[in-house]
């Protein structure tokens, strides 16, 4: 697709992504569902806190109403958010404005269908036609059928509500730490934990525009291992922009990343029988070490391309239960269509609290391989992956890893880069082996 990848369609506002662009979506889908229902479409957005969220907000509304398609406005909130009150209120379909960990600078408009899903790729070809038109051939709303702006924080509320509800104990005398990116999670995540008794420390939570995920959240997930050792917290959680990823801090101020994740409550499922399939559906991201786990403890997986969306299709097409990836995007399939920071959280804290164990306690048979990644910018992604000395080098640094590691080399769904990610028995093999494939790519005029 041109302008909607992996994620929906991203880019630096104002320039790969613009106001034009966001209000020809909204006219689009305004028309779209319009068409298609004997009254007029019922749309709901959502925003993280990036200064130009704002704008494009206004931009999405303007075509939205134009269209004649009334919006309801949740304000600053999580992806997740506008994908449980669409699914839950009767919505035709959501818009949720972030570029989820991505700067400020950048943004994105994810589209979410009815059914609480990413939006069917042959609505986003439609969408992707008409930006491209020259004319604006759609028919405008008039009069009484002109579309109206509705504030709907109430729906957030809600939202809020159902998590709380989901917690199966109290959090009564558990310290716990929240890292919220300086995002969406500012607006949910404190509040969930406080209502359910936890004492809450919490960080960056704090947004100015333009500090969304800046040296904090779940992309720089050591600013939390501190503040866990200094505020002696027993748990710590940190959620990146737009509160769809969750990473995990252990009482020790250990990194618990997704895998962890994933072994943690899939072994937890798999004891209680929850666990559909007996089985885990991960990315091909995940870590070697999860699957060797997985093996020992009896749980079948399956691997799928990288992407929440690609977890949750296999999902529902063979009705797992649960799965997520290795970067914090964890899907609990009885509660929720996407992944879910703060949810994930809850489920985490469940974990603890029915085990009565630390969560340090509970990951000790699980050994992660030291893994390195490297992003490549480059010019051209195809050009780069089908390079053969490229495809030359991958294949002796896979055929030297063998049994003992792994290669990963793959173009990234949302930006112009080739992801090279090694797995080995030390982080001197994977610095070894990924300057290997970067050298190459660099000799070759690749990069950029």
Not at 52 to 71: I, K, N, P, Q, W
Not at 215 to 235: F, M, P, R, W
């Amino acid at each position: 697709m041109k302008y909607f990848g992996t994620d929906g369609f991203r880019g630096e506002a104002g320039k790969t992504l613009n106001v034009r662009h966001a209000y020809r979506v909204g006219r689009f889908l305004g028309w779209y569902f319009g068409s298609k229902s004997d009254d007029r479409a019922r749309i709901i957005i959502g925003k993280d806190t990036r200064r130009s969220s704002y704008m494009f907000e206004d931009a999405l509304s303007a075509g939205l109403t134009a269209s004649g398609a009334d919006v309801y406005l949740l304000h600053v909130t999580s992806t997740p958010s506008v994908s449980y009150v669409v699914r839950t209120e009767g919505f035709d379909c959501g818009i949720m404005i972030s570029a989820s960990h991505n700067p400020y600078y950048d943004n994105g408009i994810k589209i979410i269908n009815g059914l609480g899903h990413k939006i069917e790729d042959d609505i986003t070809l439609l969408i992707e036609e008409y930006i491209d038109r020259a004319e604006d051939d759609l028919p405008f709303a008039t009069g009484k059928y002109i579309g109206r702006t509705v504030d709907y924080a109430i729906g957030r509320h809600r939202y809020i509500g159902y998590l709380i509800s989901l917690a199966k104990r109290s959090f009564n005398n558990v310290v716990v730490a929240l890292d919220c990116s300086n995002g969406s999670a500012s607006t949910i995540a404190k509040g969930v934990f406080d209502a359910l008794g936890a004492k809450t420390y919490v960080i960056n939570a704090e947004p100015d525009g333009t500090n969304i995920n800046k040296d904090c959240g779940s992309t720089h997930i050591e600013g939390l291992q501190e503040y866990v050792k200094e505020c002696g917290a027993n748990i710590g959680f940190a959620f990146d922009g737009d509160a769809d990823r969750c990473l995990c801090v252990d009482d020790k101020g250990n990194l618990v990343d997704g895998d962890m994740i994933m072994y943690l409550c899939g072994c937890y499922m798999s004891e209680r029988g929850e666990l559909n399939n007996n089985t885990v559906v991960t990315t091909v991201m995940s870590n070697l070490g999860l699957y060797k786990a997985l093996d020992e403890a009896g749980i079948s997986y399956e691997k799928t391309a990288v992407g929440d969306r690609y977890v949750y299709e296999n999902m529902t097409r063979n009705n797992h239960s649960f799965g997520g990836e290795q970067s914090g995007h964890i899907i609990f399939g009885k509660y929720a269509t996407t992944g879910d920071g703060v949810l994930t959280a809850l489920m985490i804290m469940e974990v603890m609290l029915e085990k009565k164990t630390k969560i340090s306690e509970l990951l000790r048979d699980i050994h992660i391989y030291p893994q390195l990644l490297v992003n490549v910018r480059v010019a051209d992604k195809s050009a780069a992956l089908n390079d053969e000395d490229v495809m030359a080098v991958a294949e002796a640094v896979s055929s030297r890893l063998s049994d003992n590691g792994r290669l990963l080399l793959r173009e990234s769904g949302t930006e112009p880069l080739i992801r090279v990610m090694v797995e080995a028995e030390s982080d001197e093999q994977c610095k070894l082996y990924t300057d290997m494939i970067v050298n190459v790519l660099c000799e070759k005029g690749h990069a950029v």
